[in-house]
């Protein structure tokens, strides 16, 4: 069992950036792959970023590409999202995933992430 607690969402404004932290519980977090998912209002949710067990290997949606960077800590149990020069476009739900245990690659499906957070709220004026 991995329970995930996304922190440092918020109110911004064009152009400014913030950093998404997501705790993981448990022992297994350093085998699983993780992932960063949003839902927009009215939108479905769609995949944002993601990192595999090995932290070299790294994916983003196109719109996050140069942007966002995804990080882990498996001493810390931890991924971040970094992400600048926000747009309001980014305005969304950020969801922080965990991905089935000893998955060998990150993954950009929702299907492949067993464990979920709450999700953090990220505002973007412009």
């Known amino acids: 069992q991995v329970q995930l607690a996304e922190t440092g969402g918020g109110l911004v404004q064009a152009g400014d950036s913030l950093r998404l932290s997501c705790a993981a519980s448990?022992?297994?977090?350093?085998?699983?792959?993780m992932g960063w998912f949003r839902q927009a209002p009215g939108k479905g949710r769609e995949f944002v970023a993601a990192?595999?067990?090995?932290?070299?290997?790294?994916g983003y949606t196109e719109s996050a590409k140069g942007r966002f960077t995804v990080s882990r800590d498996n001493a810390k149990n931890t991924v971040d999202l970094q992400m600048n020069s926000l747009k309001p476009e980014d305005t969304a739900v950020y969801y922080c995933?965990?991905?089935?245990?000893?998955?060998?690659?990150?993954?950009?499906?929702?299907?492949?992430?067993?464990?979920w957070g709450p999700g953090t709220q990220v505002t973007v004026s412009s």
């Open positions: 995933a965990a991905a089935r245990a000893y998955s060998s690659y990150y993954s950009i499906w929702e299907y492949d992430y067993e464990y």
């Open positions: 448990g022992r297994t977090f350093s085998n699983r792959a």
């Open positions: 990192i595999s067990r090995d932290p070299n290997n790294t």
